[in-house]
């Protein structure tokens, strides 16, 4: 499959669909409280995505890593859960806890996808480095979002940060190409063994819209799976951190379309 190229108006669209993401995402992050479990998170997310006439992208999405469809709207991974999270009505937020929200959303025929990490009340000071890591490195990725630069130069700003911390990226899962549809090529890898393993490297063009979203843990590089059939943890049960946005590629230089309010 072909990587799509996106005009200016068309990335109008897809911002639109990104900040119905993000109003979303700020709301849910709000409601992340010790004793509120993931599902109820799920549901806010499902209703503020309503209220905006917007429609969750991974509601019944179907991977192709999968035979089922995910039955959530949220993915909500807490401490040692990397992505995917699937929310539980057993699952409790506690003090203390980090925890990746995820959400995509489909609006007018574009779609938005973000992800961020919200520490739950005091957390030790090894999860808020790890948040800070993988902040920064999702801003360095960004940076190397430039026509003539190559998705190993996104790779390859993770895992400077990465190193820089003491921290890594995990292997196997990464970005992708965004648009009209939630998941585009190409695939943006988190690793640098992973995009070795792909034997496929993209020139990045005027008019291409990526969700950059590394994924850094505080022990491994290497993930698993909790038994839930979608939540990916780390192999080591060591806390992990995630954040995504989406960034349109211009002569101008990268214009990132995921805009947090600060405040
Ligand atoms: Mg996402
Ligand atoms: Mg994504």
């Known amino acids: 499959m072909a990587v ?5 108006k068309e990335i109008e669209k897809i911002k639109r669909a990104c900040d119905v993401v993000v109003d979303v995402l ?13 599902y109820e998170l799920d549901l806010i997310a499902r209703e503020e995505t309503k209220k905006r006439g917007a429609k969750p992208a991974f509601l019944n999405y179907k991977p192709p890593f999968s035979d089922e469809r995910f039955p959530a709207s949220l993915c909500v991974s807490v401490n040692e859960a990397v992505v995917h999270g699937l929310p539980k009505k057993e699952q409790v937020i506690k003090e203390g ?5 995820d959400f995509g959303a489909y609006l007018d025929g574009y779609a938005g996808d973000s992800a961020i990490t919200v ?11 790890l948040m ?7 801003r360095e990725a960004v940076k190397a979002c430039v026509p003539g630069n190559w998705v190993s130069d996104i790779v390859d ?25 939630v998941h585009e090529e190409p695939f943006v890898p988190n690793h640098p ?23 850094l843990s505080l022990g491994t590089e290497e993930i698993a799976h909790n038994g839930d059939r979608w939540t990916v ?17 211009t002569k101008q230089g990268p214009i990132v379309l995921t805009e947090y309010k600060h405040g």
Do not use: C
């Open 26 to 38: 700020q709301a849910v992050a709000k409601a992340v409280k010790p004793g509120i479990s993931t």
């Open 157 to 181: 700003a993770i895992y400077k940060v990465a190193k820089k911390y003491g921290v890594y990226p995990l292997k196997n899962l990464g970005g992708h190409g965004i648009g009209r549809k």
């Open 97 to 101: 806890d980090i925890v990746s929200l």
């Open 4 to 8: 799509e190229l996106y005009s200016f």
């Open 132 to 138: 800070e890591a993988t902040s920064e490195a999702l």
């Open 233 to 249: 943890i780390t192999a080591d049960g060591s806390p992990a951190a995630h954040y995504e946005y989406v960034v349109a590629i």
């Open 119 to 129: 520490a739950v009340g005091e957390v030790s000071r090894e999860k808020r480095m």
């Open 193 to 215: 063994a992973t995009l070795a393993q792909e034997k496929k490297d993209y020139k990045l063009r005027q008019g291409m819209v990526l969700a950059i979203e590394p994924m």
